[in-house]
């Protein structure tokens, strides 16, 4: 595709559901971020994947939070048993190496 | 730790009025890069600065990289509505290593 794309767009859950989130990133590019983005706040590193390296786990907020890149293009973040403040806008960008991040139009989740 | 602070957090002017973010790293970096998100939009990609001292101008847009390849800002001359957004600085934070490390973003509102 031309773009990063996401999916869903939106997603209601009720709480203790899991849910999985989609990222499609660009075709050939090694890096892909996912960040989370409360309303009006700035963007929360979850986890970095960079080609066949171990990913960067260090953002995820807690065990509920998973996430796995398959055959180095998609990628999906898996948040089981969510809770009410998993409510947020979650983003995924993609890039070559350290060079411009394109992100997608992100997925809405909020957990009722 | 390592990261990437940006000031001010939030900035209200009157169209017309300049605007100037910063954005400061705890390391070195090899480049730095600059995204805005619009309200209800995603991050994209501005510029990208990769020399010591460097200066680039999109318009009304200007961008600085510091000499010590440890700050940068971006500077806004005569602001419109158009500006309103999230601007984010990002850049490597450890010598050759490719992730990206955002900053938490100056919102920009505008008073017309």
């Known amino acids: 595709g031309a773009g990063v794309s996401q999916s869903p767009s939106n997603k209601v859950t009720e709480k203790g559901k899991d849910v999985e989130l989609r990222c499609d990133p660009i075709?050939?590019?090694?890096?892909l971020y996912w960040y989370r983005q409360s309303l009006g706040q700035g963007l929360e590193f979850l986890i970095y994947?960079?080609?066949?390296?171990?990913?960067?786990k260090s953002g995820l907020p807690s065990d509920r939070f998973s996430a796995e890149r398959t055959g180095g293009s998609v990628s999906t973040l898996t948040i089981q048993r969510t809770q009410q403040e998993d409510s947020a806008v979650y983003l995924c960008?993609?890039?070559?190496?350290?060079?411009?991040?394109?992100f997608g139009q992100g997925t809405r989740l909020t957990v009722v | 730790g390592q990261q990437v602070m940006q000031i001010p957090q939030y900035q209200h002017v009157q169209e017309g009025e300049d605007f100037t973010t910063y954005c400061n790293s705890s390391?070195?970096?090899?480049?730095i890069q600059w995204y805005k998100q619009r309200p209800g939009g995603h991050p994209v990609f501005l510029i990208q600065?990769?020399?010591?001292?460097e200066v680039k101008k999109q318009k009304r847009l200007t961008f600085q990289f510091g000499e010590a390849k440890k700050n940068s800002s971006l500077h806004i001359t005569a602001t419109q509505t158009t500006d309103v957004g999230t601007y984010f600085c990002?850049?490597?934070?450890?010598?050759?290593?490719?992730?990206?490390?955002f900053g938490q973003g100056t919102r920009l509102t505008i008073n017309p």
């Open positions: 960008a993609s890039s070559l190496g350290q060079y411009e991040a394109f």
């Open positions: 075709s050939g590019h090694t890096a």
């Open positions: 994947f960079q080609g066949n390296s171990a990913p960067d």
């Open positions: 390391t070195t970096l090899s480049n």
């Open positions: 600065l990769v020399k010591s001292g």
């Open positions: 990002a850049g490597p934070l450890i010598q050759g290593a490719q992730k990206l490390v």
